[in-house]
């Protein structure tokens, strides 16, 4: 009913930028949150940042200053802005939305995640 579509990942060098895009599609009825995370080779996900219809942002403190999480509500997406990217950011990185959709004719919360996308900084 719902999916979540990333893309922007890539190869970039250290020091370069990258932006990362998540579209949430289906029948959503309101989005509560929508964050990324990242996954590096043999380490758990974590949450690199994340952003509430409220308003609120938080970041990891890794990202802080380097990385910018914003969305477009009209649309749905959220996008991530890397900048001054490092080695250590390398990781899938995952859209998740925290959101209300119908199923049928009810409002039902649920929980997405997108496909991943892979970001490799090259020292």
């Known amino acids: 009913q719902v999916q979540l579509v990333e893309s922007g990942g890539g190869l970039v060098q250290a020091g370069g930028s990258l932006r990362l895009s998540c579209a949430a599609s289906g029948r959503i009825f309101s989005i509560n949150a929508m964050g990324w995370y990242r996954q590096a080779p043999g380490k758990q996900r974590e949450l690199v940042a994340a952003d509430t219809t409220g308003g609120s942002t938080n970041y990891a403190d890794s990202v802080k200053g380097r990385f910018t999480i914003s969305r477009d509500n009209a649309k749905n997406t959220v996008y991530l802005q890397m900048n001054s990217l490092k080695p250590e950011d390398t990781a899938v990185y995952y859209c998740?939305?925290?959101?209300?959709?119908?199923?049928?004719?009810?409002?039902?919360?649920?929980?997405?995640w997108g496909q991943g996308t892979q970001v490799t900084v090259s020292s």
């Open positions: 998740n939305a925290d959101l209300v959709y119908y199923s049928g004719p009810y409002r039902t919360p649920g929980n997405y």
